[in-house]
């Protein structure tokens, strides 16, 4: 239907989380309207982005910059000794907001709703384990998973294969609506939740 340059892009958009052909397509169209001089800007911050753009080895959070290690984890006033695993960098920054949490941060890279071991494999289990074993003053690991179906099945399993390390294991206490994603909860729910981990 369309033409070969068109429906590339619209596969290409389509690969984006949340989006679907039909608003790639528009992304397409859109972006067919733009002067060439905002599409070559565009193609310039997608190129830089992987120019720039380091992962932390410790949190996996990505950052800019020449240091070794993100601004978080190479900050000697954070508490080392908590640890909060989250799924994504979104949840990251929605905790940071709260300006509650002085710990430091795991990006487990998503969630599974299946404990399959194609699905498992998916998440950043190994460089979790290494993250956990090598930092000694770790006391307590904050589950702070979405509460939905899939950050619940990703909790459990985390709680099991983490018990064995003699580590205080929380999760987020009340405050986020089963079924919520942590991005889009407010900083005081947000705040409720980490006060209240259990």
């Known amino acids: 239907m369309y033409s070969p340059t068109i429906q590339k892009l619209i596969d290409l958009f389509s690969k984006f989380p949340t989006i679907g052909p039909r608003t790639a ?12 001089e905002e599409i070559e800007e565009l193609i310039i911050s997608v190129s830089d982005l992987k120019k720039n753009i380091k992962i932390c080895p410790l ?16 900050d000697s006033r954070r508490d080392r000794s908590l640890l909060c695993i989250v ?14 949490y ?6 487990l890279g998503g969630t599974v709703s299946r404990l399959k071991k194609a ?3 998916k998440l950043k289990i190994k460089e979790l384990e290494k993250r ?26 985390l ?3 983490l018990r064995p390390l003699n580590k205080k294991i929380t999760r987020l206490g009340r405050g986020l609506p089963l079924g919520g994603e942590l991005e889009y909860a407010d ?3 947000l705040s409720s939740a980490l006060e209240s981990r259990r």
């Open 119 to 121: 699905d498992i494999e």
């Open 59 to 74: 949190c996996l959070n990505p950052y800019e910059g020449e240091a070794e290690l993100c601004s978080i984890c190479s």
């Open 187 to 189: 900083e005081e729910t």
């Open 25 to 36: 397509a528009r992304f397409v169209f859109y972006l067919m309207h733009k002067p060439k």
């Open 87 to 100: 799924g994504n960098e979104t949840d990251l920054t929605a905790i940071e907001k709260t300006k509650k």
């Open 102 to 107: 002085q710990g430091l941060y795991f990006i």
């Open 132 to 157: 956990i074993k090598s930092g000694q003053e770790i006391k307590e690991i904050i589950l702070a998973l979405n509460p939905t179906a899939e950050g619940e099945a990703t909790t459990l399993y």
């Open 159 to 161: 709680e099991r294969l």
